[in-house]
């Protein structure tokens, strides 16, 4: 039950990578200015890329299944 | 500066330091010891091989030339591990469950073991690894050229390719492992992952902190299209690259080695699936800083590819140059150890091998002779793709960018998706539509991208890439079919890959696969469904007694399985729980079900639950065998038992007859007993009277004696007449037959009883019969007489009517002649009808004593023992009459 709960979660994560790195979405944020004093778009790209890391550290050990015997 | 010399020999004491930790650790392996080194984050770092000097210094120099784009090269594989449930994971299982040893190997087995698909598949690896061992080539050369000065290119080249090709000969063929598994490779790889990660965030931190004075600077005063690169970032370009970078990490045949057959541990994916995106992070982090300090600060004509060793340099930091320097070459050797051990693997195993085998077939295959031609394959096959890179380094001249020469590389092993993909998830592929697609692709991929690459220095001039070949714009390498405008490497990838699936998919739905691929779909597509879901392979073994316990209770009873288990774990020396499923285990537990199920059912049924076993073609004939043969038993069963009940009815009903038949025994007895009874009882009274009374008058004792006598007569009779029935009736008393006039035993009866009838003022009447003048019935004389006169007899006494009489009517029907006795006094009534031929029986009608009742059950006796048969018909209105039958005499027939 709670492996098929992560499992969904998974999917939905690498969906949410997939929509969210690629156009149309990332289109959105094509913007050519600075954000804190770097360039938004390389900000916005390391920002998913850390959030799917999180998400793939939370889900790892739900996934992963029990300790070996 | 750097000496030369001091290059040389960091070079030399790092490889040695490698070299030493691959042997202990291979050492250690074989003594059983790998306790950490078989830890997820070894796994995860050996996957970082990912990383090559294309990333170390290329990916400085794609950000410096195009801006962002570079970063999609990390972003693709991060997404297959972030969804690593959904494809690595069934791509290791698979690879685990069947030994697979490439890529090659994977796509060959899962296409019914296909050689032709094999060798191809080898070719396409090793064509498509040329490239990148060269981009290896070209950057040790380029950053050795960068310390050592203007070295000759090529020479310096060469050196390095035949210093690569030492090292990983080294490396990688020291030993032949059953699983192609390197352990100590694995761990030398780990350590130049951790070394060329150091490298890259110390030049990082150095250039952001130690040049540009803080991460603000690096950024402040720089045009957005030195950032952004081209007009817009998140174009075809981008996704193309996406695809690529997340095809690569699978197809790739190194990444393939490290993820898929150096996987000890299925779980180790899960620890991965974050660990190695983060690496990249890491990796990638200072990557933009790096390329935009080296775009402001370095002279135009540099080479931004070589920005991470150029920039301390150029800032005096050699010691940091030289750690930059073994980040790169560590990136490099890293590269082409695991590259080379895939590919050579791939082109011994499915190349060299069987062309070896079928040379010394025939001469004596001693096991290290086999080995030995094992290692020198590999050696030879290390040698062979380093000498193509080599080649593809010399003839491009080594001035492309790193990356675009990475990028050609990638689009060469995405060939393998469609097939890969589609033997994974669609049980519909086959091996022919796999052959079709992935010769297309790598033959478009190798006229729109490969051949192009070296610009018109092989086969392609430089004319026919620029205007087609012969000059057809229809057939440019850039543009085919006139896909003007488009980027290179997008065009390519959709021309070669939309021909690759497309092709895939058609010839796929157009062919049949063959028996064995059927075999090897279920192998491939049904990896998980078997057994459940979250059962890793290593906790098979419990799973599958439990699962057998549950087979074994289904068929036997939950107690008898119980103790059968109890049994079986005992043997084992286990106090409870269930028993280890050895083969012992197994195969008893087969022979137990096989008594409830039949052998055949017990073994595919256990065989699927133990081993995961595909129920074979004759299995499945020997289960339908077995339930015809069940259905024949069934059959012949409720035949026997039909059979069975049929015989208990008959003998029911036999018994049943004879129950009636002692009951008519007792019953005769009691009623003879009661008939002999009456005129002995008279004779006694009557004797007793003549003794004790002397003084009787003699008339008087005239008339005892003689009742004394008339009683002593019927009894006499009374005895004769229940001799005779009964010796009718058991057949003993055998009748003569033989042919007899109708007409005049008829008339001989009717005189016989005229005396009776005028006495008893009855009219007699025999109706004439002219018909039957001459006819002669099978009877015996005397006994028709007697039966007749019996029936007569009856007719005379019991006729109550005022003017009785009697008629005698014979009758022909066919082969059978009916006499009926009528007389008007109306017969018998119905319910009498079936009692009257029972012994003792008299008519309702009859008042008085005079007939001992034995009468119409003789006549029935006689005339069954003469053939014929005596009934009683009814007319309408209720009066009955009786009719005796008798069959025409025949000479040659006798009557019993």
């Known amino acids: 039950m709670r492996q098929r709960k992560a499992r969904d979660r998974s999917l939905a994560t690498l969906l949410a990578g997939i929509a969210l790195l690629l156009p149309p979405i990332a289109l959105l944020f094509d913007v050519r200015g600075t954000l804190f004093g770097l360039p938004a778009t390389l900000l916005y790209l390391f920002f998913v890329w850390a959030a799917l890391i999180v998400m793939a550290r939370l889900l790892a050990p739900k996934l992963r299944g029990p300790d070996r015997p | 500066m750097i000496s030369v010399d001091l290059l040389l020999t ?25 306790r950490w080194l078989s830890s997820p984050v070894i796994y995860t770092l050996s996957i970082s091989v990912y990383c090559t000097s294309w990333t170390f210094y290329g990916a400085v120099g794609s950000a410096a030339r195009n801006g962002l784009e570079f970063i999609t090269i990390y972003l693709g594989p991060t997404l297959v591990f972030v969804g690593w449930w959904w494809l690595l994971r069934k791509l290791v299982r698979i690879g685990r469950a069947n030994r697979i040893t490439s890529i090659a190997d994977l796509i060959s087995s899962r296409y019914g073991k296909s050689s032709s698909l094999a060798v191809l598949a080898t070719l396409i690896a090793v064509i498509a690894t040329t490239p990148y061992i060269a981009l290896q080539l070209q950057s040790v050369t380029l950053s050795y050229q960068v310390i050592a000065g203007e070295a ?13 090709a030492a090292f990983a000969i080294l490396f990688g063929t020291r030993n032949v492992d059953a699983n192609e598994r390197h352990h100590g490779v ?57 695809f690529l970078s997340a095809t690569a990490i699978i197809c790739l045949p190194r990444q393939f080695q490290v993820t898929v057959v150096e996987n000890i541990d299925e779980r180790h994916l899960a620890t991965a699936s974050w660990l190695f995106p983060l690496y990249l992070f890491l990796m990638t982090l200072f990557i933009a800083p790096i390329a935009i300090v080296g775009l402001k600060l370095m002279p135009l004509g540099a080479n931004p590819d070589l920005y991470v060793l150029t920039l301390p340099l150029a800032e005096g930091r050699s010691e940091l140059a030289l750690l930059a320097f073994l980040g790169g070459f560590s990136s490099a050797t890293s590269m082409v150890i695991v590259a080379a051990i895939a590919v050579s693997t791939m082109v011994s195993n499915h190349i060299v091998m069987p062309i070896a085998l079928n040379v010394i077939s025939g001469a004596s295959q001693v096991s290290g002779d086999l080995r030995r031609l094992l290692l020198v394959s590999r050696r030879f096959s290390i040698g062979l793709v380093l000498a193509l890179g080599f080649l593809y380094f010399s003839l491009t001249g080594g001035t492309d960018a790193l990356s675009a020469i990475g990028l050609i590389a990638f689009l060469g092993v995405a060939q393998f998706l469609p097939s890969l993909l589609g033997g994974l998830f669609w049980r519909g592929a086959t091996r022919a539509g796999a052959l079709a697609g992935m010769i297309a692709g790598i033959l478009l991929w190798a006229y729109t991208l490969f051949l192009p690459s070296f610009g018109g220095d092989l086969i392609l001039s430089a004319s026919a890439i620029a205007n087609g070949p012969w000059g057809i714009a229809a057939l440019r390498p850039h543009a085919l079919l006139g896909l003007d405008g488009v980027d290179p490497l997008v065009h390519a990838l959709v021309v070669s890959l939309g021909a690759n699936a497309g092709l895939f998919l058609v010839v796929s739905v157009l062919t049949e696969a063959s028996p064995l691929e059927r075999l090897q779909v279920a192998q491939f597509v049904d990896v998980f469904s078997a057994r459940s879901d979250d059962a890793p392979a290593i906790a098979f073994g419990a799973a599958a007694a439990e699962d057998l316990f549950i087979l074994a209770q289904r068929i036997l009873g939950a107690e008898p399985a119980r103790a059968l288990f109890d049994d079986m774990a005992r043997a084992q020396g286990e106090r409870s729980g269930l028993p280890r499923p050895t083969e012992a285990v197994i195969g008893q537990l087969e022979r137990v079900l096989a008594g409830s199920v039949g052998a055949a059912s017990a073994h595919a049924m256990v065989g699927r639950v133990a081993e995961q076993r595909l129920v074979g073609m004759t299995e499945l004939i020997d289960i339908a065998d077995e339930a015809q043969r069940l259905i024949e038993t069934t059959r012949q069963l409720s035949e ?78 009374l005895l004769d007449e229940i001799l005779e029935v009964s010796r009718l009736e058991a057949g003993a008393l055998a009748l003569p037959v033989g042919a007899v006039a109708l007409e005049g035993a008829v008339r001989a009866a009717c005189n016989t009883v005229s005396a009776l009838a005028q006495a008893e003022h009855v009219k007699l009447i025999i109706e004439p019969m002219a018909q039957l003048t001459g006819v002669e019935v099978q009877a015996n004389e005397d006994r028709l007489r007697q039966a007749l006169i019996n029936l007569l007899g009856n007719a005379i006494k019991y006729n109550r009517a005022d003017a009785p009489e009697i008629a005698v009517r014979a009758t022909r029907r066919g082969d059978t002649v009916m006499i009926d006795v009528i007389d008007n006094g109306g017969g018998v009534k119905r319910p009498e009808a079936e009692k009257i031929f029972e012994k003792f029986a008299r008519g309702g009608a009859a008042g008085d004593v005079r007939g001992a009742g034995l009468g119409l059950p003789i006549s029935l006796a006689i005339m069954r023992a003469m053939g014929g048969d005596l009934t009683v018909e009814f007319l309408p209105g209720g009066a009955s009459y009786f009719r005796l039958h008798l069959a025409i005499y025949r000479a040659d027939a006798r009557a019993e």
């Open chain 2, 152 to 164: 000759d290119r090529i020479t310096t080249a060469f050196w390095v390719a035949l210093g690569m």
């Open chain 2, 640 to 717: 026997k038992s039909a059979e069975l009940e049929a015989t208990a009815l008959q003998l029911t009903q036999a018994n049943e007859r004879l129950r009636v038949l002692d009951a008519q025994k007792d019953e005769f007895l009691s009623q003879v007993s009661h008939e002999l009874r009456t005129p002995m009882t008279s004779i006694r009274s009557f004797t007793e009277i003549l003794l004790s009374e002397p003084s009787l008058a003699s008339e008087e004792r005239q008339r005892f004696v003689g009742i004394i006598n008339e009683e002593s007569q019927r009894l006499t009779r």
């Open chain 2, 186 to 242: 694995v761990a030398a790889i780990a350590v130049e992952a951790v070394v060329k990660l150091i490298a890259l965030i110390a030049v990082g931190v150095f250039v952001i902190w130690g040049v540009a004075g803080g991460l603000d600077a690096v950024f402040a005063d720089v045009p957005m299209e030195m950032i952004y690169g081209g007009a817009d970032i998140f174009g075809p370009r981008w996704v193309a690259l996406m």
């Open chain 2, 10 to 34: 960091v070079c030399i004491a790092y490889v040695a330091l490698l070299f030493g930790i691959a042997f202990i650790v291979d050492r250690r392996t074989r003594a059983g010891r790998l």
